[in-house]
């Protein structure tokens, strides 16, 4: 539980940072900011089951585009990972993850959490 935990809050981190710097990505639905801590560990939880769960196949498909552009396929793919998380939290309730457009809010929004979950797990790691 405690290393589900940690990844958990990690990428509520790296989700947030992503809402600060990138324009277009955005947390909606709160009233203060207890709410909104609470929103984005929500989100962070439908984000990484998202890609736990869906990441996977897209990857598996994905494989001839991975070859064809020496793995830039995968920025793509992480963007739409986030941008599933935004319409999963829209369609479900009225609060969550908001992202503008995909170009290039997703990209961008992608390009900064994968670089702050990279940066935290080195923190985070055991070794």
Known sequence: MGPF???TVCTGFALWIASLIVGGIDFVGYHD???KAGIIFVVALIFGVVNA???PIVQIVAIPLYILTVGLIHIVINAFMLEI???IT???THWGLQVDDFFWSAIFGALVISAVSWALSILTSND
């Open 5 to 7: 935990l940690i990844r």
């Open 90 to 92: 829209k369609n479900t």
């Open 53 to 55: 769960v869906i990441k």
């Open 85 to 87: 998380t935004a319409w």
């Open 33 to 35: 900011n207890w709410q």
